[in-house]
């Protein structure tokens, strides 16, 4: 795949198509090879930037790596999704490091040995935790300060170590929670008393923080947790109790997720049903001109019972053949 593979590494990173990409990777490395070469026809040999990024995916077949990170704004963009994402590639890529890019692709790059100057944003000033007028939104974050306090922010907020030293002065009242009761896509620390803060993160890349931690929380101590709530939990105060994310539920969705992705092409049905979904011929025909995402797709000639074996692996059940009427009968919404 352009520069990276000639290095032994293959990397693709879209603003939507990876999370496709990354949520079809529970089939294992061997249907990873068809991605590669799609990538290399489409010439690419430059990342994208951090703010373009929503997902991406690094196969490193010298040091068998393999790298993956998704936002909350993607397929795999919950605490849970990616819990089980972690745990089926583990299985579907035996003998491989599997490892989850907190930092985005940042992490890809220092794996790389590449310039992480190149993805990065150039306007990074401190933000406001709300742009606008809070709204009734779902909780996503959690702030704790000492073992005194605990705020729950909502979707609408700034992720809150981008705030800096303002930060505190901006939490609302209406905020403060005694107990977790949801499952966070990051957290942020503080102790006051030394000055030292810690974060982790599920699903929100941190897109180099440490590089730019002094400019916002300038005096303070950074330490990065990667994905361990645990370390906050142990901080904070009593009753706040990080919940794990709901593997089953995570299974779930990510089942689901093959199917609405992958269904319409299964090999031995792609024909009949791109037939269905798309009576024009001629619209057909645009759909497949490559290079595109369609037709890297087709040629990925994934089998029907490649499918049922990567449902067989998330669910633990045995599925009837998944054919393409049925990613239109699950809920989208889960």
Same mark, same amino acid.
């Given at each position: 795949?352009?520069?990276?593979?000639?290095?032994? =590494?293959?990397? +693709?990173?879209?603003?939507?198509?990876?999370?496709? +990409?990354?949520?079809?990777?529970?089939?294992?490395?061997?249907?990873?090879?068809? !991605?590669?070469?799609?990538?290399?026809?489409?010439?690419?040999?430059?990342?994208?930037? @951090?703010?373009? =990024?929503? &997902?991406?995916?690094?196969?490193?077949?010298?040091?068998?790596?393999?790298?993956?990170?998704?936002?909350?704004?993607?397929?795999?963009?919950?605490?849970?999704?990616? =819990?089980?994402?972690?745990?089926?590639?583990?299985?579907?890529?035996?003998?491989?490091?599997?490892?989850?890019? !907190?930092?985005?692709?940042? @992490?890809?790059?220092?794996?790389?040995?590449?310039?992480?100057?190149?993805?990065?944003?150039?306007?990074?000033?401190?933000?406001?935790?709300?742009?606008?007028?809070?709204?009734? =939104?779902?909780?996503?974050?959690?702030?704790?300060?000492? @073992?005194?306090?605990?705020?729950?922010?909502?979707?609408?907020?700034?992720?809150?170590?981008?705030?800096?030293?303002? %930060?505190?002065?901006?939490?609302?009242?209406?905020?403060?929670?005694?107990?977790?009761?949801?499952?966070?896509?990051?957290?942020? *620390?503080?102790?006051?008393?030394?000055?030292?803060? &810690?974060?982790?993160?599920?699903?929100?890349?941190?897109?180099?923080?440490?590089?730019?931690?002094? &400019?916002?929380?300038?005096?303070?101590?950074?330490?990065?947790?990667?994905?361990?709530?645990?370390?906050?939990?142990?901080?904070?105060?009593?009753?706040?109790?990080?919940?794990?994310?709901?593997?089953?539920?995570?299974?779930?969705?990510?089942?689901?997720?093959?199917?609405?992705?992958?269904?319409?092409?299964?090999?031995?049905?792609?024909?009949?049903?791109?037939?269905?979904?798309?009576?024009?011929?001629?619209?057909?025909?645009?759909?497949?001109?490559?290079?595109?995402? *369609?037709?890297? %797709?087709?040629?990925?000639?994934?089998?029907?019972?490649?499918?049922?074996?990567?449902?067989?692996?998330?669910?633990?059940?045995?599925?009837? *053949?998944?054919?393409?009427?049925?990613?239109?009968?699950?809920?989208? @919404?889960?």
């Amino acid at each position: 795949m352009s520069r990276c593979a000639t290095a032994g =590494a293959a990397y +693709y990173t879209a603003i939507s198509a990876a999370t496709r +990409y990354s949520s079809s990777r529970s089939s294992g490395p061997q249907s990873s090879v068809v !991605f590669s070469l799609w990538e290399r026809a489409f010439g690419e040999d430059d990342w994208v930037s @951090d703010a373009q =990024a929503h &997902g991406g995916l690094l196969v490193d077949w010298d040091r068998r790596v393999l790298m993956v990170f998704s936002d909350q704004g993607s397929d795999l963009g919950s605490a849970s999704t990616r =819990a089980a994402f972690l745990v089926t590639a583990v299985a579907a890529w035996p003998g491989w490091d599997v490892r989850w890019a !907190f930092d985005g692709l940042g @992490d890809m790059l220092t794996h790389l040995g590449e310039d992480v100057a190149a993805v990065r944003r150039t306007n990074r000033d401190p933000r406001p935790l709300y742009r606008d007028e809070p709204a009734d =939104a779902a909780l996503q974050c959690l702030v704790t300060v000492g @073992d005194t306090l605990a705020y729950a922010l909502g979707e609408d907020a700034a992720p809150p170590w981008e705030v800096g030293v303002g %930060l505190i002065e901006q939490l609302r009242e209406s905020d403060r929670v005694t107990e977790c009761t949801f499952v966070p896509e990051g957290g942020l *620390h503080l102790e006051p008393t030394t000055r030292t803060a &810690g974060v982790w993160s599920a699903t929100i890349p941190l897109e180099g923080l440490a590089e730019r931690w002094n &400019g916002l929380w300038p005096g303070w101590t950074l330490q990065i947790w990667d994905g361990l709530y645990a370390e906050q939990s142990a901080r904070s105060v009593e009753g706040i109790r990080i919940p794990a994310p709901d593997l089953d539920h995570g299974r779930e969705r990510l089942a689901r997720l093959v199917v609405q992705n992958l269904s319409l092409w299964v090999v031995e049905d792609q024909q009949a049903s791109l037939a269905q979904a798309y009576p024009s011929e001629a619209y057909r025909a645009m759909l497949l001109e490559e290079p595109c995402w *369609h037709s890297i %797709l087709a040629a990925t000639a994934i089998t029907r019972a490649e499918l049922s074996a990567t449902l067989r692996l998330l669910t633990g059940e045995e599925p009837e *053949h998944p054919v393409w009427l049925r990613r239109y009968a699950v809920p989208r @919404d889960i």
